[in-house]
C-alpha cells in the first residue's frame, strides 16, 4: 500500500491493520470494488475525464457552457474545481505535463484532440487552468500557442492562499498574485 501516492509507512500500517482486522467478506467486498473501478472506469471520448461510460456525465450536461473548456492536468484537477462550485464549462484533460526529463512530449498528451475540437467548434474561451511548475509553464504556453489562432485563450490567476502571509509566499507566488490582480467591486 506504500506504492499509493500519499500513503507512507505509517498510514500504509494503519490500514494494513484495518484490513486485517475485517472480516473475509468486507474485504473480498473492498478487493472486488477496487477490480470493479478498474475494469469498468475509462476516459471521456470527448474530454479524458474519468468515466465510467464512453462520454462523462460533464460533457452530456447540456446546462453547462459548451462554448469554454477549461484545460486541466488530470482528473484530480476537474474534481477540485467542481468542488467550488464557480465553473459552469466543460474540461479538457491532458493527462499530464510536458516533460522531457521523465519523456512527456507533446504527442503524450490529449492536445491534439484538444487543438482538433477546438479549432472544429465555436468555442469562445480556452481556460488554462495548469499547475505553475515549470513544466506546467511550459505545456501552458505550448497549448496557448496553438490555441490562440482558433479562440480566445486565459489563464486562471495565481496568487496567496487564503489565510498564507505575503513574508512567507515566494517570490513567483508574489509575482503571480500581482498579476492576477483585479479590481475591487
Known amino acids: 500500500m506504500q506504492r499509493l ?3 507512507g509507512p505509517k498510514t500504509a500500517q494503519r490500514l ?3 484490513i486485517l482486522k475485517r472480516s473475509e467478506t468486507e474485504v473480498q467486498t473492498l478487493a472486488q470494488a477496487l477490480i470493479d473501478a478498474k475494469q469498468q472506469v475509462g476516459l ?3 474530454c479524458f475525464h474519468l468515466s465510467s461510460e464512453s462520454v462523462c456525465e ?3 450536461n447540456t446546462n453547462r457552457d459548451s462554448n469554454t473548456i477549461c484545460v486541466v492536468e488530470d482528473s484530480r484537477d476537474v474534481i ?3 468542488k467550488t462550485r ?3 464549462g466543460k474540461y479538457h484533460v491532458l493527462g499530464g505535463v510536458i516533460s522531457p526529463m521523465d519523456g512527456i ?3 503524450q498528451l490529449t492536445i491534439q484532440p484538444l487543438v482538433r475540437r477546438v479549432s472544429q467548434q465555436s468555442i469562445k474561451e480556452v481556460i488554462l487552468a495548469i499547475s505553475p511548475s515549470i513544466e506546467g509553464e511550459t505545456t501552458t504556453l505550448y497549448v496557448g500557442q496553438l490555441l490562440k489562432p482558433f479562440t480566445r485563450v486565459t489563464r486562471i490567476a495565481f496568487g496567496l492562499p487564503v489565510g498564507g502571509e505575503l513574508e512567507y509566499a515566494d517570490e513567483v507566488t508574489l ?7 483585479r479590481e475591487l467591486d
Open 5 to 7: 501516492p500519499g500513503v
Open 16 to 18: 494494513a491493520l484495518h
Open 44 to 46: 471521456c471520448s470527448v
Open 58 to 60: 460533464i460533457c452530456r
Open 80 to 82: 477540485a474545481l467542481e
Open 86 to 88: 464557480e465553473y459552469s
Open 105 to 107: 512530449g507533446p504527442e
Open 175 to 181: 509575482a503571480r498574485a500581482l498579476e492576477g490582480r
